[in-house]
């Protein structure tokens, strides 16, 4: 399985759902040798292997930050040098080709665009069934259809059109590659993500944002938002629409974690609005400050203007708090009990959230409802269909020696 | 020995609240005038429905009617569907009059306005009550006889406060659990009153017309009007068959190519040659005797599995939404402002409550598609803001909350 990153050195979903799901198909039986980019220790995983890729001459790749950052490679010799993302995506594809002349396996499962070349190269040295996994595409990223950056867009393409098979995470996705890429809808499956409940740490001690909660307990309401500030999340509109609920409900605060480069634009909108004192912009986050954003909210709102799932949905119900998301979201298809509201429509998007934050009943009716949703879905439905894909690809294929292993 | 069919139509459509933002609070008060094109449009709503169901079923009904001097039947119709048609299709209502006319159609009495008020305010219960008596005079030119309660809501309660309002008889829905082992096809009196009937739905025989008639994995489909006809002769021991059903059930429910309009016109003609024949619910409890005494101190209503208040008040937004309403009562009544009070009693319907209900809304089932709300909880925060400006209207006026 080809994987750009894995928690706990991930920036995003991404992560958390190539462990999530490698967890549950192990459970039911897959030997996965997980191949990452760069170099760490990833305590507590015993159910597959993790192996880093790197070139020859490289003894250590180090993430140095969020997803969009470049790597530090270690030389042998001590030497560091720093690399971009697609110069990065190219040395993984180095390394990725020398890997699969020396390993054994069946199919090759390659997540998201990064390791798009890796895994193509793979395909074409071992003559196994490669099936890409989208989380979300370029266009998706950029905000617009039709839109992103060229390079990227003609990967995701080339893969698309080499894969064997495509999963997307969502009916969302699905439509969207087929829209974008032309590609036939028959050759793609859809297997949605989850957020595991026994994934859910337990709440330890006071919650982390003790101003908030404190300020509850005067009457006030707490909105969040969790997630990369970047176009793609829709935030500009949130706080458009947030203005609105504090003209209404002056007792609101709204709670921003995480950190892209859309940080400074939206913490000078929030003071130009004038909702400066309302909004709390509190940096990227991880473990119990993290989690406890969730908690200590009314409600979780993912206003993206095109999200492919919306993990982050799914963690909100499962910490507790009820969600207002896009309709241009996967996560709307998988649960009902749910606000819903097209990312352009800042009005309507207000009138919800005043009616949450007036009407504790609705909140709590909503949330509920949700979790029960929440509760009744799982990684293993996903594991299923996966090792289904599986076994349709790998079986019936000449049993074929690896391109290379004569040489 | 002949037997009776009691066919009990229930006519109704509730004046939907229109996507009414908090951005109209305090702005405008047209709750329930959406655009046309919208979902909740009670104007497009009615015209559709005109068109499939009340049309052409109420053109076999007075073709029935005419052909056959034994076939008769009872329509309850509620106020708020009356005041939708003399404004929007004043043709269909004309329909309707055109078969009482006939003197075999029976309008049942009911709350004017559809409404849940008898469990929480027996004086704003009375006045509906009698506000649909007197449209029912109007338009009809009859006097109501027989009760229903909005959803079929019965308990010992009702059946006491219509005895003693002079009623003849009260309908309520054939539930085993309080039959026990008692048959709904006679007529009962209710416990703890004197004079009045009780008449009891045959859930099983409505709901084959009502539910399942159009099913095709349904081991008795297709189901015809002899086939029907001949299942009730062949039932031992029956007085009569109480066949309630709503009027839309004719080509709203089950779609014109179901075959529902053939079966609705062949089964009189079918019925009668067995020497049967029908009475209006008047009719029943005054000729048949009754044959035991029902008791029902909980509530039972017509719907889902439960028979219970449960789709309407099961949940916090919808006890909140109608305790919040019923709360306003004195203060709205005291303004003598008839449009406010209209809209007061018009946020009652209970199927305002209905679209908030959440019981099967994971199962994606049939509650979905009457409600024209995306979730329960879009329509919750409608109703809410309509019920937030009903207020500021009252603070308006320099009432105190």
């Not at chain 1, 999530?20 to 305590?43: M, N, R, W």
């Not at chain 1, 947030?242 to 939206?266: C, S, Y």
């Not at chain 2, 008898?118 to 006097?143: L, N």
């Not at chain 2, 305790?323 to 007061?344: C, F, P, R, S, V």
Request: charged fraction near 20%.
């Amino acid at each position: 399985m080809l994987g750009w990153e894995l928690p706990p050195h991930n920036s995003g979903g991404l992560g958390v759902a190539c462990y999530q799901l490698c967890k549950a198909l192990s459970k039911k039986g897959a030997d996965i040798e997980f191949v990452l980019p760069y170099t760490a220790e990833h305590p507590g995983v015993d159910f597959m292997r993790i192996r880093a890729a790197h070139p020859q001459d490289v003894e250590q790749v180090l993430k140095s930050g969020i997803a969009y950052d470049s790597f530090k490679y270690v030389k042998y010799s001590g030497e560091t040098q720093y690399v971009d993302l697609f110069g990065q995506s190219a040395m993984y594809e180095e390394a990725i080709d020398r890997l699969v002349r020396l390993a054994s396996f069946d199919v090759i499962h390659a997540h998201d665009w990064l390791t798009c070349r890796a895994a193509i190269r793979a395909k074409m040295a071992s003559g196994k069934p490669l099936i890409v996994h989208f989380h979300s595409i370029e266009a998706d990223r950029s905000g617009q259809p039709m839109g992103g950056n060229p390079l990227v867009r003609e990967i995701e393409n080339l893969a698309l059109t080499l894969a064997d098979n495509i999963i997307a995470v969502s009916q969302y996705t699905k439509d969207a590659i087929v829209r974008e890429y032309g590609i036939p809808a028959d050759k793609i499956e859809v297997v949605h993500n989850h957020s595991d409940p026994a994934s859910l740490m337990p709440e330890e001690g006071a919650n982390a944002y003790r101003y908030l909660t404190e300020m509850r307990k005067l009457g006030y309401r707490v909105i969040t938002n969790v997630g990369r500030l970047t176009i793609q999340k829709g935030l500009t509109n949130l706080l458009r629409a947030f203005q609105m609920v504090v003209e209404r409900a002056p007792k609101t605060f709204l709670l921003i974690v995480g950190a892209g480069e859309q940080r400074n634009e939206l913490v000078q909108l929030a003071a130009d609005l004038g909702i400066g004192q309302n909004v709390l912009f509190v940096g990227f986050q991880r473990g119990k400050q993290w989690r406890d954003a969730y908690s200590a909210a009314d409600l979780f709102v993912m206003p993206s203007v095109s999200e492919p799932f919306g993990l982050t949905a799914l963690e909100a119900i499962g910490y507790g708090t009820p969600v207002l998301i896009s309709k241009q979201s996967g996560v709307s298809e998988m649960i009902h009990n749910a606000l819903k509201v097209d990312f352009w429509d800042i009005h309507e998007m207000a009138n919800k959230m005043v009616a949450v934050v007036q009407q504790d009943v609705l909140r709590d009716e909503l949330h509920a409802n949700a979790y029960k949703e929440y509760l009744s879905h799982s990684w293993d439905e996903s594991a299923d269909k996966l090792l289904g894909i599986y076994d349709k690809q790998a079986v019936g294929r000449p049993v074929a020696e690896p391109a290379g292993a004569a040489a | 020995m002949s037997k009776t069919i009691a066919l009990y139509l229930h006519v109704h459509q509730p004046f939907r609240v229109r996507h009414y933002t908090v951005f109209d609070i305090a702005q405008n008060h047209g709750y329930f005038d959406a655009d046309y094109d919208d979902r909740t449009s009670n104007e497009r709503i009615i015209h559709k429905v005109a068109e499939k169901s009340y049309l052409p079923t109420n053109e076999r009904l007075l073709k029935l009617l005419q052909t056959h001097p034994e076939f008769r039947l009872s329509l309850s119709i509620t106020g708020t569907v009356i005041e939708q048609l003399e404004r929007w299709a004043p043709h269909v209502l004309q329909s309707f009059q055109e078969l009482t006319k006939t003197g075999r159609v029976e309008i049942v009495g009911e709350t004017y306005h559809h409404s849940l008020a008898f469990f929480y305010s027996r004086q704003e219960f009375e006045t509906q009550v009698r506000m649909h008596r007197e449209k029912v005079q109007a338009i009809f030119g009859q006097t109501p006889q027989v009760f229903r309660n909005t959803e079929l809501a019965y308990n010992n309660d009702l059946a006491y406060w219509a005895d003693q309002a002079g009623y003849k008889a009260i309908l309520a829905e054939g539930w085993d659990k309080v039959l026990g082992w008692r048959s709904p096809n006679y007529v009962y009196r209710p416990a703890y009153t004197e004079h009045i009937r009780l008449l009891m739905k045959n859930y099983r025989l409505s709901d084959d017309i009502a539910f399942r008639f159009g099913d095709q994995g349904w081991s008795c489909w297709p189901l015809t009007a002899d086939k029907f006809a001949h299942w009730l002769n062949s039932t031992d021991s029956a007085q009569i068959f109480n066949l309630f059903m709503d009027y839309e059930t004719f080509g709203e429910h089950q779609w014109h190519d179901s075959g529902i309009f053939d079966f609705l016109e062949r089964l009189p003609a079918e019925w009668l040659q067995g020497g049967n024949n029908f009475m209006t619910v008047s009719e029943a409890a005054h000729n048949l005797e009754p044959a035991d005494y029902i008791d029902v101190p909980h509530t039972i209503t017509w719907a889902d599995t439960e028979r219970d208040l449960s789709a309407w008040l099961g949940n916090n937004m919808q006890t909140s939404s109608i305790l919040g309403l019923y709360k306003l009562e004195d203060k709205i009544l005291a303004t003598n402002d008839l449009a406010l009070i209209e809209d007061w009693r018009r946020l009652q319907t209970s199927d305002h409550f209905y679209y908030m209900c959440t019981k099967w809304f994971n199962d994606g089932d049939i509650h979905a598609y009457f409600s024209p709300y995306d979730n329960p909880y879009d329509a919750f925060i409608a109703y809410t803001n309509a019920c937030h400006d009903l207020r500021y209207r009252l603070v308006q006026k320099g009432v105190q909350l």
